[in-house]
């Protein structure tokens, strides 16, 4: 049995060893949870140090989440192991060449719900920072609005930042590689991430990346080689790492752009990943043929 997301992981933990069933839980990422501490929060601690020491393996997608849950008991150095996200197709996410002219002309993308625990609110200040130097530059959201989210940007206030031309609002994508390839910088200032799946869709079609140095995001980022890391719930860092973008020559942002692209193909990929899941689950075979 798998389970993926924290619901499915805590409460088909809960029935996996109650009915003598094997389950592999993977931990996509910790969300708000993690990141404001409340009583649901709280909850959502006992139900781990509950559910979890029973499962049969715990993966993580990325070493600072099993870092935490190690820490705070909810399973055990040998129970659990690191697989970088749930990979990404890299043979639909091809490359594209970077859309010319670059440098000061550069269009970043923010692909995300539009959620303040993403980066929203940083990557619209930032913008504004960046314009004043470089005002052809171009900065974009592509995201669903309307989720009820506590933490959602409200419609007034994505239509003010349209309005006063600080973003371009893309809406939203049934396809979203159309949307990176207009894209020259792809960007995620998140809080806090499994292995965000968007960077490893931009990484996969050459794209230079800049992301928060959080968890999750300094996984796909290797700042200075494929992109930029810029310090988290800051904007005024995340300018600077776009005034970085912009000031690169047009080889070197091609250069990070294709870094990114050798990441996605030998760190990311559906196939690399889908192998550490099939050995997992042969490890499971192999001890319930033994019983």
């Given at each position: 049995m798998?389970?993926?997301t ?6 088909g933990?809960?029935?996996?060893r ?5 389950i592999?839980?993977?931990?996509t990422g ?6 404001k ?11 781990y ?7 049969f ?8 989440d ?13 129970n ?7 990979g990404v ?5 091809v ?24 980066g ?12 004043k ?58 809080y ?19 992301a ?54 030998t760190?990311?990929?559906?196939v690399?990943?889908m ?17």
């Amino acid at each position: 049995m798998f389970s993926f997301t924290i619901k499915s992981a805590l409460y088909g933990s809960l029935a996996a060893r109650w009915n003598g069933i094997p389950i592999i839980v993977t931990i996509t990422g910790l969300g708000a949870t993690f990141i404001k501490e409340n009583w649901v929060s709280r909850i959502v601690d006992r139900l781990y140090k509950l559910a979890l020491p029973h499962a049969f393996r715990v993966i993580f997608q990325n070493s600072d989440d099993r870092s935490l849950f190690l820490e705070r008991g909810y399973t055990t150095l040998a129970n659990s192991e690191v697989v970088l996200g749930s990979g990404v197709n890299t043979q639909h996410f091809v490359p594209t060449s970077l859309p010319e002219p670059l440098g000061e002309h550069s269009v970043f993308l923010l692909i995300a719900r539009l959620l303040r625990d993403k980066g929203i609110t940083e990557f619209v200040e930032a913008a504004q920072i960046v314009k004043k130097r470089y005002p052809k530059a171009r900065f974009a959201l592509l995201g669903a609005t309307g989720s009820g989210n506590p933490a959602e940007i409200s419609k007034a206030e994505l239509q003010h930042w349209i309005e006063k031309q600080y973003i371009e609002y893309w809406g939203t994508s049934k396809d979203v590689r159309n949307e990176i390839k207009e894209a020259t910088w792809v960007v995620l200032p998140s809080y806090r991430e499994g292995l965000p799946r968007t960077l490893l869709e931009a990484a996969s079609m050459a794209r230079p990346l800049i992301a928060s140095n959080t968890p999750g995001c300094r996984e796909v980022v290797m700042d200075g080689e494929n992109g930029f890391l810029c310090e988290v719930k800051n904007s005024a860092s995340l300018a600077e790492a776009m005034f970085k973008a912009c000031k690169l020559h047009p080889e070197q942002a091609q250069s990070y752009g294709r870094y990114s692209r050798y990441l996605a193909e030998t760190r990311f990929s559906d196939v690399t990943i889908m192998l550490h899941y099939s050995a997992v689950l042969d490890r499971v075979k192999s001890v319930q043929a033994k019983k």
